[in-house]
């Protein structure tokens, strides 16, 4: 088993910056893929972003390419998120996973095995 739990979420201005952090815990490696997600009101929830188990490969969704970098310190059993320029529309609870298997880019829920509880971030206009 995995457990993942989430930190670093606030309330913070549009523009501004925020670094979400995932401590993984139980049976974690470098083989453990992870990725985000979020959930906002009234919507459905939607993929951020993955990092392969090793950090070298990286995948985001349209929406926050070029404004969030998803990375993980193997030694410490994190993963963050960290986001930059942030929108009003980037309001949501922000959720971690991980999923075993070999790397591919999965950006569907169902495609994760763990999950976090999540952490809330909410960005002013």
């Known amino acids: 088993q995995v457990q993942l739990v989430e930190s670093g979420g606030g309330l913070v201005q549009a523009g501004g910056s925020l670094r979400l952090s995932c401590a993984a815990s139980?049976?974690?490696?470098?083989?453990?893929?992870m990725g985000w997600f979020r959930q906002g009101p009234g919507k459905e929830r939607e993929f951020v972003a993955q990092?392969?188990?090793?950090?070298?490969?990286?995948n985001y969704a349209d929406s926050v390419k070029g404004r969030f970098t998803v990375s993980r310190d193997n030694a410490q059993n994190r993963v963050y998120l960290q986001m930059n320029s942030l929108k009003a529309e980037d309001t949501a609870v922000y959720y971690c996973?991980?999923?075993?298997?070999?790397?591919?880019?999965?950006?569907?829920?169902?495609?994760?095995?763990?999950w976090g509880q999540g952490t809330q971030v909410t960005v002013s206009s």
């Open positions: 990092i392969s188990g090793s950090g070298a490969s990286t």
């Open positions: 139980g049976r974690t490696g470098s083989w453990l893929h």
């Open positions: 996973t991980a999923r075993r298997g070999p790397w591919a880019i999965v950006s569907t829920a169902m495609g994760y095995d763990y």
